[in-house]
């Protein structure tokens, strides 16, 4: 009988492979850069390409995000967001990424239904640049609720305070690219709305 597999966190140690290792204190962690900062294919350490060969590394840093919902990008093909750019945060962070990964599995879901089984593509229309914007804007319209990070002591949240020397031709891409500044119930009424109603607006499946 093969030998039982110890479990690979015990009370005070990690098991890696036939090693056991002694801890204090476990930190589990996605990462250290600031959401401030960099787009997701910064943070992912990849490239993403869209439309017309635009890359999201120099498109996001100059006119900032184009979003439905802060989860589906109208510039990039097939690519699901889990926030929090333009997106509803809870101070359970667990908790919004759990929201974004349901309202991607329902166009999914939805795309999959009105592709009848056959082989598709969930492509952002024309329409959407439009919504994207509109969304954009509501984005911006709460952003000023943020700027109390500007007055926060220098940290993790805000730059090292770094976000205070932001030049000016570039606050407006940081206000829409900041959270849905009226809070997580108001923005999963919003998205659970649209959900109910069985939209799909701004969403092309392509067959």
Not at 97 to 109: F, G, N, T, V, W
Not at 156 to 166: F, I, K, S, W
Request: hydrophobic share 40%; aromatic share 8%; net charge neutral.
């Amino acid at each position: 009988m093969a030998e039982k597999l110890k479990p690979w966190v015990t009370a005070d140690s990690l098991i890696i492979r036939t090693n056991e290792y002694k801890v204090d204190v476990i930190i589990f962690a996605t990462g250290y850069r600031s959401s401030a900062t960099g787009t997701p294919a910064d943070k992912a350490n990849m490239t993403i390409i869209g439309k017309k060969g635009i890359s999201m590394s120099t498109e996001r840093p100059r006119i900032g995000p184009m979003t439905l919902h802060g989860v589906v990008d109208t510039k990039f093909l097939n690519l699901f967001l889990s926030g929090p750019h333009q997106a509803g945060v809870s101070s359970s962070y667990v908790c919004a990424l759990d929201e974004c990964a349901k309202h991607a599995a329902y166009i999914l879901s939805e795309a999959k239904r009105r592709a009848n089984g056959k082989a598709s593509a969930v492509a952002p229309t024309a329409e959407a640049a439009e919504a994207a914007e509109d969304w954009a804007a509501r984005i911006t319209m709460y952003a000023g609720v943020m700027a109390l990070m500007l007055g926060c002591t220098p940290g993790y949240y805000n730059l090292e305070g770094d976000v205070t020397r932001v030049p000016v031709e570039y606050q407006s891409v940081m206000a829409r690219s900041t959270i849905w500044g009226a809070g997580i119930d108001s923005w999963l009424g919003l998205i659970e709305k649209w959900r109910v109603e069985g939209r799909i607006d701004g969403i092309e499946v392509r067959v």
